[in-house]
């Protein structure tokens, strides 16, 4: 990790990369495989790695948050995957507390796949191209991406994969997997095609039972879609992120135009999708050992926030919940903004929102929690034990106190 010049958007700027990249490498891996990652920090003051959604030990060298690595240190990073290790798009980025925005807002973020998502597909849809799509904005301070006294509505440059509006090439009728990921530090998109349905096979790497088609998806800050696309007539379209407002004290969002697609050449016909998809885990008869109500607060200055009427303290358990257990939270929101729910270790079940029964056809590990509103959520702890977190992934709300310390014990 280290601050240099990049060429992103049509500008040189100075920003925070990985290896050197605004964008960088996509890092690809299998059900099982066992990672070895060495972190040079060259960066003041302190950093780390998370690797977001996926299901790996909290403890030692894995997925430990609580690791400080000092300029001038490297650290050594191991990764043992499990066999079952759901298929999909993930991501990695700091988790350095309270700098967490600082660093991902000025570049220290990019995309882990897993693969195997296609495996479910008919085998005439086992080869379609796959695109991954992530959606990474900055806001610039003179010549540099800013860092700083981040302010999230603020005007600010949205890109695809470091890249200003580019373009995605499709044949008429031809299937194509997008991989659509919200790696950006703060921000929600509201993502749609111009005249072409998503067709959702995978939610925050988890693949679905069924697919399901939506004109658009919300993307709260830290979530994915992997998503089957067609390509539409000879022509070309645009796709956007919608215009969308978190609260009476959140943020509103302007359109944007993200990518243009362009459908060309020879017509395809691929076969048809099939009504169910994949495999998952349904939590809805399980039995539940203990039930927690989660609160989200905020000052009235929007400048502290809180989890359970306290601000994050590195040396404090919140929770703590067994191995091999079913729980069931209440995520209520006591503020008149939308925050962005995450766990790690273990994905949850959305039951409902807002009192209304929700399907989301599969386990997920974000969720957006409505203004003056609550979820329900049932979370199933697995495999590995250690000290992780949950939080809030509006980066500015994180660092600002919106996160709790989740002890999973034996």
């Given at each position: 990790m280290e601050k240099k010049q990049v060429e992103v958007a049509g500008r040189t700027l100075s920003a925070l990369t990985y290896?050197?990249?605004?964008?960088?490498?996509?890092?690809?891996?299998?059900?099982?495989?066992?990672?070895?990652?060495?972190?040079?920090?060259?960066?003041?003051?302190?950093?780390?790695?998370?690797?977001?959604?996926?299901?790996?030990?909290?403890?030692?060298?894995?997925?430990?948050?609580?690791?400080?690595?000092?300029?001038?240190q490297t650290f050594h990073y191991s990764y043992q995957f499990p066999d079952d290790l759901a298929p999909g798009t993930y991501w990695y980025h700091s988790h350095a507390h309270p700098i967490s925005a600082q660093q991902v807002a000025g570049g220290m973020s990019g995309v882990i796949v897993v693969e195997g998502l296609k495996r479910y597909l008919p085998p005439g849809l086992r080869n379609i191209k796959d695109h991954v799509i992530a959606l990474k904005d900055f806001q610039v301070q003179g010549d540099a991406i800013k860092t700083k006294d981040l302010h999230i509505g603020a005007p600010t440059t949205r890109t695809v994969n470091g890249q200003l509006n580019p373009t995605i090439h499709i044949r008429p009728g031809e299937i194509q997997l997008w991989r659509l990921a919200n790696i950006s530090a703060n921000i929600y998109y509201r993502v749609s095609l111009q005249g072409q349905p998503f067709q959702v096979i995978a939610h925050d790497a988890n693949?679905?039972?069924?697919?399901?088609?939506?004109?658009?998806?919300?993307?709260?800050?830290?979530?994915?879609?992997?998503?089957?696309?067609?390509g539409g007539p000879?022509?070309?379209?645009?796709?956007?992120?919608?215009?969308?407002?978190?609260?009476?004290?959140?943020?509103?969002?302007?359109?944007?135009t993200l990518a243009t697609v362009v459908s060309e050449g020879p017509a395809m016909h691929p076969p048809a999708l099939p009504a169910t998809f994949a495999p998952t885990e349904d939590l809805g008869h399980a039995t539940i050992t203990a039930r927690r109500t989660i609160v989200f607060s905020e000052n009235?200055?929007?400048?502290?926030?809180?989890?359970?009427?306290?601000?994050?303290?590195?040396?404090?358990?919140?929770?703590?919940?067994?191995?091999?257990?079913?729980?069931?939270?209440?995520?209520?929101?006591?503020?008149?903004?939308?925050?962005?729910?995450?766990?790690?270790?273990n994905d949850f079940q959305l039951m409902s929102i807002n009192g209304r029964p929700h399907q989301g056809h599969g386990l997920q590990d974000t969720a957006s929690v409505p203004p003056k509103g609550q979820i329900v959520i049932r979370t199933h702890f697995e495999n590995y034990t250690g000290r992780t977190v949950l939080h809030c992934h509006i980066l500015n709300h994180e660092d600002a106190g919106m996160m709790a310390i989740l002890e999973i014990v034996k």
């Open positions: 290896n050197g990249q605004y964008m960088p490498p996509t890092l690809r891996i299998r059900p099982g495989d066992r990672l070895e990652l060495a972190m040079e920090n060259r960066l003041d003051p302190y950093t780390n790695l998370h690797v977001h959604g996926l299901h790996v030990s909290p403890a030692g060298h894995s997925d430990n948050v609580f690791i400080h690595i000092h300029p001038g693949p679905v039972d069924r697919i399901w088609t939506a004109d658009s998806l919300l993307l709260a800050a830290g979530s994915r879609f992997d998503v089957l696309v067609r000879p022509g070309r379209t645009q796709l956007r992120t919608l215009p969308y407002s978190t609260g009476p004290a959140g943020n509103q969002f302007p359109q944007a009235k200055a929007g400048t502290e926030f809180y989890i359970n009427g306290k601000q994050f303290d590195m040396n404090r358990v919140d929770i703590r919940s067994k191995l091999n257990t079913v729980e069931e939270w209440i995520v209520r929101n006591d503020s008149n903004e939308e925050h962005s729910f995450h766990v790690h270790t």
